[in-house]
Every structure is written in structure tokens, then in C-alpha cells.
């Protein structure tokens, strides 16, 4: 009996990046829906076509979308709030479009997102669970109606169908559809709409089965979430409901990203045919399906990992399974990736930059369909010949584990050398801050940036040709400097304290620090989406990580050298280095984050001997890193402080080391905020009025903090009455001593004119408060 292959979704961006550019087109009016719409089908015949010739038995269909397939599913089952105008019925692109961009066509060319102020904003946009994915955050009012607008799977089916491929459509299941949307009015629970939605999936599915679908994969990734006992209940009902609606259907409830855990006991009630579990995550589901799955469930194995960009150890693989497939039987299992194919780049075959004994041991998407043909052929074959099939992998695994490009002795030596005097400031937060307070002779309220400023068209574009080799090395690396001169020349006009060099010479804040490192590769064509049509290129950490020289001093000195006000050195910190790109799997997350933080602990140390006063670290990506389950979340939050220590704790107590991060949400993760020790932290708190800083007061937050004041996600100007009103409220909870004035992040998505006239008023805010101040104390002395 042979073993069934099936795939969970493919990517759907094409290997060129054509739904991007189709997608760009058509919003810029220069081409029309006709365009868009045979490019899209265009990619899915192309995927179907693929995953058919490379031998695999169930190939999704559905798995496509030209924007986010969770936004597919509200404008599918009619969740549009009014504010887009929809009257019921077919919905057009233009409303799509308006959800995922907001209205007004135009957008925000950086970041493909309508501006705020003008038209009806997009929906809000949030990661999807623990990727690097944003989904469109679906809104439900309390007197939510549903109605199925367009059967989209059944659409699916039989366009795939018409190519003489049966597919097993894919839809986003109704609870975790619920889950990852939000209530608009408070004290509504999105669950409450379960009743509601019902009978539009029983009727999605009914129609499924009349044209001719036998599966159906519903998705159900909150699953390996921490459930209430009512969204567990909730399961129970749903499935029972969707299986008499349609008995003749058989479902595959998809879950992945983690194990099951807790809320196995609810999956295994429900009526449904196939269960698919992520053995690449959480390899320990193997013994517990040996255990319990009942004999007629089939087994979906999602074996080969759907998360990253490793050739797959099949041999390993295939001694991990063979015991449940033995125990369950070939009939009924199939081998899958552990998730959507979705979150990993399309074909490797199109890097041909890269190295090639790297190369040998990456597999992309495509890679990774063989790799499930070749496991299935194995179980076929049996266990005497597996090792015949899989020689090629085991070749790349024998070769990765000895080779020199991965391993260096050296490092894995200096990480044993960590000790607990490595981990902390020579003393305490207070003596520290005395010691910086006397060599820095900041007043008080003082005002700098986060890093960057605007990355004008300009600067694209030299930096471009530079890549190209057109604009020279010497030609770019003045141009760079003009740039930085202008920037700090105008930062002293306006009386910004703390001074930045601006960043013009960094693409992106990891790739510039990742391009610099031992350890770290990057690809030519390896895009995965990040939302809608903005796609990213993360880097490939593949070996042990050092610095083999200095990678930002030159440029701090540059700009330090032009000034007598103290400019900050400026780094990207080691956990969102980490998170941000994709990670070696021979080695735990920690101990690579580890050897980041060494190479950054190296480059602060290089900025403190060549005189750099204030070092920012910046972790915009901590909170993101988070594990799905809250029992995870302190080793997480461990490693994560240490390897901030390890990078931070070097310098003499009067550098001052500051970190930043982009968000607010700090309540439950304040602990681990409070244990990094920064001597400064920079927030985004503008947005929220200040209401996020409680985090910080309630606790009684010692050392010092930039609450953001200028939002600079928007093109509007902050007055600076709105300025002092948000600083006035941060005074409530701090101290004077302890406040900085700063935007909410950096500014490099702003333009000139924008962010000049935001950081005058910024600046005459702080004056403002100085003055305040002293007047208040002039009257009590
Ligand atoms: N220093 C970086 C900048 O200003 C920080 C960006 C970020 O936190 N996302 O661009
Ligand atoms: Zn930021």
C-alpha cells in the first residue's frame, strides 16, 4: 500500500515575485482587474501544476490569495464592517482592497498601507500566531449577520478541477476565524458569533460535496493555543454542526505551528475524518498518537518543516515516524509538511549566487515536495532500502554537521567562557545613572531620535546603483556622508540633544548587521510574504555567528567627529536579529541568540574605546518572539534578557546604553523589560495617548524612558500643545529625571518635510516642559 503525500498551501506569490507586481500595477491604475485576476490564476495553475508533477497525492486548492487569506474569509462569510459600504452580495475588489489598504487607491508607497486621516482605513493588520505573516485583524459588531458572498473554495475546486487536478480545498476553520478577530464594541465576544457563522460554513461545505469534493482541510491552528474551556466546548458543537451539514465531506482539521497539548482530548472527540499534527514543532505527538489516535482517524503527519529552509534529515525523519505509521498502518496516514508551505521561499533552484555547499543544504518549497515523495517512496520501499533512497540527504546532514562554514571552534569556546560577570553592569542602575548624569550634562526632558531618518528617493537609489555597480565605491560612500553632515547639521539647528547619524547607509536594520557577520547568508530571489504584497528576504543564519571586525564605528566616529553633542551609537539588537531571520535548527534558538549577542557585545565594546558615550540597542522584535503557549514564555524571556545583558553589559558604568522597541503592550512581559537594565528605553506611545506607560509607572519603573510622542506611522504633524499634553501625562507617573523626549520609532518611512517641522515642535515641547518646570519650582522655593 502506498503512502499518500498531501500539502497544506503553497506560496502565492509566484517565484518572480509576478503577484506583487501585478498586484502594484493594478493599484496604480496601470492595468486593469482583467490583468490582476489572469495573473493570480496564472500562479495557481502553475502551483497545482508543480506539486502534481512532483508526485504529490493531495494538493490544496483555495490556498491562494491576493491578499490574506484571513481577510478572504471575512469578505467570504460578509464580516465587512459598514464603514466600507457594502450593501450584501458579491463583494468587489475595490471593497477587498479598501479592507486590506484602506480607501482612497493611493497608499503609502514604502509600505503599501493607506495613510490615516483621509478615506476609511484598512483593517487592522497582525501576525499571524508565532510568523512573520500579518493576517488583516477580521471586526465583528455585536448584531454581526453573516452570509456566504462567493463560495471561494467551491471556486477553487473547480477551476483546478477544469485542469483535470482534483484538489483538497482549504478553508480557515470558524473557530479560529472567531479567535484571530476582534470584537468592535467592548464586553462583545467574537465567539458569541458562533451560531451566527454556522450555517454559512455548513452551506460553504454542503456545496463543496455537491460538486464533487471528497476532503475538505479546515484550518484550526488555535488548536496549540491556550484554549478557555468555552472556545473548547465551542469545538464540539461547530464540528458536529458542519458534519451534519454535509456527512458525505470528510474534514482534515489542520492544526500546526505547535503541539496540541491540553487540547487533544477536544480534537480527538470531534466528528471529523483526518487530523493533521506538526511533528516538526512538537516531534513528542508521535508517541501520544500511538497512544490514542482511534484506528479510522487518518493521520495527516506534518513531518517536513513548513517553517524553515532546511534540507530535511529524511532519515531521521523517517525513523521518527515509522513507529506510528507502523502502529497506524499505511492506509492511513499521509505525510505532509508541518504547516502551509506559505512561510518559506519558493524554489531554490533560482539561487544561483549562493554558495554551493549552503545550497546542498537548503530546501525551499519545491524542495521540500520531493522531499515528501522521497519519505513516501521510503515507507514504500521499506525500511532495508530507506537509506538508499535518502543517501543525498544523508550526504548534506553528514556534511553540515562536520563542516568548517558551520562550525567555529572559537566560538562555541567563547560562549563557554560566559560567566555570571559577563551578565551585568559593573554597578547598579542609580550609581550608573550619576556617573552618566555628571559626563553627559543632559538637561532635563532631553530630546533625540530612534535612528533613522527619511530614506529619500535619493538614497534608495544610490544605494541601488551602488548594488548595481554603477555608482562607485568612493562616490557612494561620499554621498553618505553629505547625507549624514545634513543630518546632523540640521539636528544641532533645531536643538535636538542627543544626536543619530541617520542610518542612510543601513537597507534594513538586520540585513545590514547580518551582511557584516560570519555565520549569516542572503539570497537573491528567496521572498516570503510578509503581508499583502510586501515580501521579505530573511537572512539565513547557517553557521556559528562572530564579527570579524568592527561594523557601525566608522560611521559613529564619522558623525561624532562633526559635532561636540553626543551622537549615539546605533545597533540592532541580538534577539531580533534572531527573530527576524531564518535560524539554523542544529542548534538551540538560545545558544545562536547567544552567539549574536557575542558579535554585538564585541561591537559596543569597539564603540565604547572609540569614545561613543550612549550605545542604542534596539529590540523591536523581543515582545514578537514570544512562544504561543504562556507556560513557554519565561525560557523564552530567559534567554532573551541574557542574551541582552551579554550584548549590553561590557562598557564602562558611564556609557549609557539605551534600547528601543516598538510597541507598548509591556503589562505581562514588564518583568523582563525591568531585568534587561537599559539605562534608557524608548516606546511607542504616542498612538495610545500614553496609556501603554502605565506599565511602566504602576511598577515603579527605576531607569529612565523615552514614552514616543510623535507618531510616525502618519504623515501628520504633532502640534506642540499635543506634545506637552502627552508628556505632561507621562510626568503624572515619572519623574523629570527619568523622562526623554523622542518619536515613537524611527523615521526612515517619513519624508524631509514631514519630519522637520514634527521634530521642531518635538523640540519646543521639552523646552516647554524645562520651563515649566522651573517655574513650579521657582514658586515652591
Ligand atoms: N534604529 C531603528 C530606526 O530608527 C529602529 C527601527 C525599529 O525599531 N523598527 O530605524
Ligand atoms: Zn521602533
Known sequence: MTITTANLGFPRIGAKRELKFALERYWAGKSGVEDLLTTAKGLRAKNWTLQKDKGINVIPSNDFSLYDHVLDTAVMVGAIPAAYGWKGGPVDLDTYFAMARGSQGGGHASCGHAEHGHGVPALEMTKWFDTNYHYMVPEFTVDQAFELTAN??????????????????????????????????????????????????????????????????VDEPCLVLDLSDAERAAFAHAYQTLRTAAPSLKVMLATYFGAIGDNLAVALKLPVAGLHVDLARAPQQVAVLIDKAPADLVLSLGIIDGRNVWRADLAGLFKRIQPLIEAHGHAKV??????????????????????????????????????????????????????????????????????????????????????????????????????????????????????????????????????????????????????????????????????????????????????????????????VQSYGSRYVRPPIIYGDVSRPKPMTVSWWKFAQSLTSKTVKGMLTGPVTILNWSFVRDDLPRSTVCKQIALAIRDEIHDLAEAGAAMIQIDEAALREGLPLRRAEWKAYLDWAVESFHLCSTGVPDETQIHTHMCYSEFNDIMPAIAAMDADVISIETSRSKMELLTAFTGRGYPNEIGPGVYDIHSPRVPSVAEMVELLDKASEGLVAGQIWVNPDCGLKTRKWEEVKPALVNMVAAAVELRTGLERRRAVNS
Request: hydrophobic share 45%; with cysteine.
Open 334 to 527: 499521509q505525510l505532509a509538511p508541518s504547516s502551509s508551505l506559505l512561510h518559506v521561499p519558493i524554489d531554490l533552484a533560482l539561487e544561483t549566487a549562493v554558495d554551493a555547499e549552503l545550497v546542498s543544504w537548503l530546501a525551499f518549497a519545491t524542495q521540500k515536495l520531493d522531499e515528501l515523495a522521497l519519505l513516501a517512496k521510503a515507507f514504500d520501499t521499506g525500511s532495508a532500502q530507506a537509506n538508499l533512497v535518502f543517501a543525498t540527504s544523508i550526504a548534506a546532514a553528514n556534511a553540515r554537521l562536520t563542516s568548517v562554514k558551520v562550525h567555529d571552534p572559537l566560538v562555541a569556546g567563547r560562549l563557554k567562557q560566559v560567566d555570571a560577570g559577563m551578565l551585568k553592569r559593573t554597578s547598579p542602575f542609580a550609581k550608573r545613572q550619576k556617573l552618566q548624569q555628571q559626563k553627559l550634562r543632559l538637561p532635563l526632558f532631553p530630546t533625540t531620535t530612534i535612528g533613522s531618518f527619511p530614506q529619500t528617493a535619493d538614497v534608495r537609489k544610490a544605494r541601488s546603483q551602488h548594488a548595481k555597480g554603477a555608482l562607485s565605491y568612493v562616490d557612494y560612500q561620499a554621498f553618505l556622508e553629505r547625507e549624514t553632515e545634513q543630518a546632523i547639521r540640521w539636528q544641532e539647528e533645531i536643538g535636538i540633544d542627543v544626536l543619530v547619524h541617520g542610518e542612510f547607509e543601513r537597507n534594513d536594520m538586520v540585513q545590514y548587521f547580518g551582511e557584516q557577520l560570519c555565520g549569516f547568508a542572503f539570497t537573491q530571489h528567496a521572498w
Open 152 to 217: 471561494r473554495p467551491l471556486e477553487a475546486f473547480l477551476e483546478a478541477k477544469a485542469l483535470g487536478i482534483h484538489t483538497r480545498p482549504v478553508i480557515l476553520g470558524p473557530l479560529t476565524f472567531l479567535k484571530l478577530g476582534k470584537a468592535a464594541q467592548d464586553g462583545m465576544s467574537p465567539l458569541s458569533l458562533l451560531g451566527r457563522l454556522l450555517p454559512v460554513y455548513a452551506k460553504l461545505l454542503t456545496e463543496l460535496a455537491q460538486a464533487g469534493a471528497d476532503w475538505v482541510q
